[in-house]
């Protein structure tokens, strides 16, 4: 079975600093790793994706994420935070063993931007 | 390109009435369908997956069903619903298994 660990229900940041959202995950399989964000009221837009290959993977809007097996991270950061990334982040894994089921999700990061 | 359409956008309904949630996709065919809840304060939780048309796979026990009538389509269903029901609903699809889940823009549903 897997799991995701966001750490830190809210994570506030001033503009233009560096925003790092920590997520880690337990999988008994090779993982596959997303970062979604979700605006209030809408559902949720991919960011980036881990599959297999370079650890280092590049999203949307800036944002990237590095995958780390030793540590079972995948945290996402951005290094100058805009006020139009307020919004809530998160972290999900599948396992690559085959079947159709679906995501599992960490709890959340709300990222709030401080002018 | 493909599209995900979920209706309605908002739902307010009493205890112990029906419910029906609507999600169809454009552009692609044959595409593995989920429904999630998002609870207030909570991440998502996966409620039903599927296949294929009439193939459905339950994450969890609960007042809720769902159908897959047609190859695009994917129904969410409830005979009575419980307060505790409320939440904010989405549908995703994917290519295959492994590839990114795509979302709708959910519903949002409200129990008196």
């Known amino acids: 079975a897997q799991s995701v660990t966001q750490l830190g229900s809210h994570v506030s940041v001033s503009e233009g600093a560096l925003v790092l959202l920590r997520c880690n995950y337990s999988s008994s399989v090779p993982p596959y790793l997303f970062w979604y964000v979700q605006y209030p009221n809408q559902g949720l837009q991919l960011l980036l994706k881990?599959?297999?290959?370079?650890?280092l993977v590049k999203g949307i809007n800036g944002f990237e994420a590095e995958f780390k097996k030793s540590e079972t991270s995948f945290h996402l950061t951005k290094p100058s935070a805009h006020m139009s990334d307020a919004a809530e982040y998160f972290c999900?894994?599948?396992?690559?063993?085959?079947?159709?089921?679906?995501?599992?999700f960490g709890k959340g990061t709300h990222l709030i931007i401080q002018p | 390109s493909q599209t995900i359409h979920q209706w309605p956008a908002t739902l307010v309904q009493p205890v112990g009435s029906p419910l029906s949630l609507e999600c169809t996709v454009e552009g692609t065919s044959n595409p593995n369908l989920y429904w999630y809840r998002q609870a207030a304060g909570r991440g998502l939780q996966l409620l039903f997956y599927s296949v294929g048309i009439g193939q459905i796979s339950s994450e969890v026990p609960q007042n809720l069903s769902a159908s897959r009538p047609q190859d695009r389509q994917f129904i969410l269903s409830s005979k009575k619903l419980l307060l505790s029901d409320s939440g904010f609903y989405l549908c995703?699809?994917?290519?295959?298994?492994?590839?990114?889940?795509?979302f709708g823009d959910g519903t949002r549903l409200s129990i008196l």
């Open positions: 881990y599959t297999t290959g370079a650890t």
């Open positions: 999900a894994v599948r396992g690559s063993g085959g079947g159709a089921d679906g995501l599992t």
């Open positions: 995703a699809w994917s290519v295959s298994v492994g590839q990114p889940q795509h």
